[in-house]
Structures are given as C-alpha cells and as structure tokens.
C-alpha cells in the first residue's frame, strides 16, 4: 500500500521583494514624494521662522484672509482653503494608490497585504490609546485630540531616508509605502466618522449625483478634464456642504477611477488611475502638501515660557508618547507577534532591527496630524498650538532615533542596493528579480 505524505508547509517570506514592474513603480512613487518632502520641510521652517518673527502679524493676518463665494459656503480663509481644498488632491491621490494596492498591487494577495495591514492597524492603536491613557484626566476636549498621531507622513519619511542618506532596501521602501497607504485608510475613516460636524443630508445625497456621472465617465476610461473637472468640483463643494470634510470627497472620486486600460485597440495602454497619478502626484507633492504644511505649521511658540507652557500640556505629552513610543510598538510589535505566531518568517536580507527603524520612522507624522489637530480643537485654540508644537517634536525625535537605527546598517543596504542593480545577462532587468 503506497504511502502518503503530507506536503511541506510553505513558509511565507515577509518583506520579500517584489516584481520589478512593482518596483519601478514604488521607485518612481518615492522619488516624487521625496522632492515633495524637502519641500515639506521648507515650506514648515519657513512658517515656523515667520510665525516667530517681528512680521508674525503678516503670516496670520494672511493666513486668515477669506475669500470666496458665501452663498455657497465657501466664503474660506486661505489657511481653510489649503486644509479643505488643497489636501482634497492629496486625498484623492490616496484614493488611487488605494484601490491600485488592493486590486492590482501587494495588497490584493491576502499572504502579502496581512502584514502591512496589522502594522498600519497597530500603529493607528498603540498610539491612540497612549495618548488616551495620558489625557483621562485632561477632560473631554484633550481627549477630541486622540486620533492626532496616530498618522504616518510618508513625504516627512522619505525626507528623512534622503537627509540621512539612507539606502533602504526596496522590501522595506514599499513596506513604508503600503504601511503608509493603509494608514491614509484609516485615518480616512477617522476624519469621516469622528470629525464630521452638523450633518445635511440633503447636501450628501446632492453630491451623489455630479460623483456618480464622474464614475459613469472614468469608467468609460473618458479623460476630458473639461468634463471630469467640474464634476470632481461639484462632488467636492456638495461634500464640504454637507458637514463632513471635504477631503473624504477626494477618496472618494479616487476609488471611482478604474485601474486597468480598458484594452480597446486604439486606446492608451496606460491605466487612468496611473494617467491621474503621473500628473497629479508632482502637483500634490509640489505644491498642495507643500503649502498646507505652510499655513498649518506656523506657530508662536512664545519663546521659553511659551515652550515650557505647550510641553506641560498633557495633549503635547501625550502626542509626542504615541508618535515616538506608540508608532514604533504597534508597527514593530504587531508585525513581530504576527511573525512569530503564523507560518511566515523574515528575509533573508533582512534582521529585526531594520524593522524596528522602519517603525520609528513611522513616527514621524505630519500633514494629516496637524489637520487632525485643526479638526479636533478649531485653529487658533491654545490646545491645537500645543498640538502642532509636539507633532513637531514628536516627530523630530522619532527621525533622529530612525536616522541612528538605519545608518547603523547602511553598509549591509548598500550591498543590498548593489545586487539589486545588478544585470549581468543584460536583459534589462536586474537578475535578483529575474529570479523572483
């Protein structure tokens, strides 16, 4: 009688590389978003240095300068415009590296997108239930600021990995990435569902319609921007209507753009959800971040007393835990305790301890952390000061400490960096991946 055995588990490599279609792609992303976040941090110095100068009054009165149509609503502050309007881009940019992970990407392989997708989870937790914890006896208004560091600034990271000249593998790059972008999920979901303020429904309904024909014309793979762009407008203003933020609309005309070409002959073999990122991204990294991060950043720290009155703050102290501790346990230690606990193992390539500056890295929270702070204690309010002061230094501290962790093994993601360069059958694709 023949003998049966069973076949070898298979075991599931975590932060394995992928395709180097994906790879290029991912490479592309990173350098766009890294250009975006020098401009970033200009863009931040340059509010901060004018905020606390002799001219401050010019930086608010401008920041506080209103214009637009009243009838509508839409009567703005600049500082309102670039929160509301500017970040929608960014947000629908969001939309499409969504749905593109998720039907086309590392995402839409359940083996492959558990991981980032626990991480993403545990480092939106950890940190929001550190900041809770220190804030029970701060009252209920300390506590509207729970969600505030809980969100990864992947051009604020990327920024970093340049200064520092980092060569971080390609695995860990598109880890960061995918983490970053099942964050912007989740923190989606936190600004529709918690910070969404006097409901019309009346004007959600309204905005179904201009969004629906705007889905009916993508899917019809239609780029006409004169078509597309006043009802991308129109769902973005009935949104902002309607009580909550308008940058949600932004996700949401994101998830309507398909993602593959239609295949039709004599049709571009270009996806328009790619169409849509190759000339939106340079203008979301080049300007809009850039410019929200200026009207949002500018702070009057008050000199010393103002310093020691923002960190004595529990909502400052509990922003800086979470981002700095609360990020780095729930990434690193959620991925570590899914490791451990299931079939799958590390690369290779890899050692826990580029891991863990990968997950102090996402410590660094910036652009959608401060909306969250406008959103969760109105701008101007002493509490969103303090706020911006420790998401500034929160995540100051937590680059400085990735920056050690990472050049520690720059010299192992140099020799990485090499293998993946190398091409020596000249076919074009590194053989690394031909391998794969």
């Known amino acids: ?40 941090l200009a863009a931040t110095v340059f509010a901060l240095v004018w905020a606390n100068s002799p001219a401050a009054d010019g930086y608010f009165a401008l920041r506080d300068i209103k214009i637009g149509f009243e ?14 309007g500017l970040l929608a881009v960014f947000f629908f940019l969001a939309g499409l590296e969504l749905k593109r992970e998720f039907v086309a990407g590392e995402l839409r392989k359940p083996a492959k997108a558990i991981v980032p997708v626990a991480a993403a989870v545990g480092g939106v937790a950890v940190p929001a239930i550190i900041y809770a914890v220190i804030n029970l006896g701060s009252g209920a208004e300390a506590l509207r600021g729970w969600a505030i560091p809980t969100a990864t600034d992947i051009a604020f990271a990327l920024a970093v990995l340049a200064v520092i000249n980092t060569h971080l593998p390609a695995a860990l790059r598109t880890f960061l990435l995918t983490l970053a972008v099942v964050d912007d999920l989740l923190a989606i979901g936190i600004i529709a569902f918690f910070y969404s303020t006097g409901l019309q429904p009346l004007m959600l309904l309204a905005a179904l319609v201009p969004l629906g024909l705007f889905t009916f014309l993508v899917q019809k793979r239609i780029r006409s921007w004169y078509l ?19 940058t949600v609309a932004g996700v949401l005309l994101g998830f309507a753009v398909p993602v593959f070409a239609s295949g039709k002959k004599g049709e571009p073999a270009e996806g328009l959800a790619e169409s849509f990122e190759h000339r939106l991204r340079p203008f979301s990294a080049g300007f809009a971040v850039p410019v929200f991060a200026f009207f949002s950043a500018g702070v009057a720290l008050g000199g010393a007393q103002g310093m020691a009155a923002a960190f004595s703050d529990p909502v400052a102290i509990g922003i800086i835990a979470a981002l700095v501790a609360g990020k780095a346990v729930g990434v690193f230690g959620t991925t570590f ?38 959103l969760s204690f109105g701008l101007g309010s002493a509490h969103n000061d303090h706020a911006k002061v420790a998401i500034l230094g929160g995540s100051l501290i937590a680059a400085l400490l990735a920056a050690v962790v990472l050049r520690v093994r720059n010299r192992h993601y140099r020799r990485i ?7 020596d059958d000249g076919d074009g694709v590194p053989d690394v991946f031909a391998r794969t």
Do not use: C, N
């Open 1 to 40: 009688m023949a003998s049966h055995t069973s076949p070898p588990s298979r075991t599931e490599r975590v932060f394995s590389r992928t395709s180097y279609t994906e790879y290029r792609r991912i490479l592309a992303i990173l350098r766009t978003e890294t250009v975006g976040g020098a401009l970033l």
């Open 71 to 84: 009838p509508w609503h839409l009567e703005l502050s600049l500082g309102h415009w670039a929160s509301d």
């Open 228 to 246: 597309l762009l006043p009802l991308a407008l129109a769902t973005w203003g009935f949104v902002h209507a309607s009580g909550i933020h308008a």
């Open 337 to 374: 305790l899914l490791t451990k606990t299931s079939r799958a193992s590390l690369d290779a390539s890899l050692a826990w301890i580029d891991l863990a500056g990968v997950a102090i890295l996402a410590g660094v929270g910036f652009t959608v952390s401060l909306l969250i702070g406008e």
């Open 417 to 423: 960096e090499a293998e993946e360069q190398r091409d």
